[in-house]
């Protein structure tokens, strides 16, 4: 009876552990990193295998819409999706890039930096103090 009580109690105490406030959750990433300069290198008449250069392997890659490649690509921090895009690359029947469709997300780096003023980008002169200094 002792050791069936303890039992439960010692089960219940390590499954309480588990919805203890604060545990560390991983970053989880899934899919492909896109980027604007890998989708600015696509030029239309390009083949599958220079397309597969640029990109990488698609995710999906489907026999049944075989001049369709999706790229996927999901973060996820602290159980909550933080970014997702999907990115559709088209060919012809020739197996020749057309064009893609989709959009990546806004990075907020790159538009913080766009937004800086001309004069913030400019590298301020170092006044020289010292002996040699004039």
Known sequence: MRASILTVL????TLAGCAFPGVYKLNVQQGNIVTDDMLAQLE???????????????????????????????????????????????????????????????????????QLPAEEEQEKPVKAEGLLAS
């Open 10 to 13: 010692l089960g219940i105490a």
């Open 44 to 114: 239309t008449g390009m083949t599958q295998r220079q397309v597969e250069y640029v990109m990488g392997t698609p995710v999906v890659k489907t026999p049944y819409q075989q001049q369709r490649w999706d790229y996927l690509y999901s973060l996820e921090q602290n159980d909550e999706v933080t970014k997702r895009y999907h990115i559709r690359v088209y060919f012809d029947e020739q197996g020749i890039y057309t064009h893609y469709e989709g959009q990546l997300p806004v990075d907020p780096l790159k538009e913080k930096k766009q």
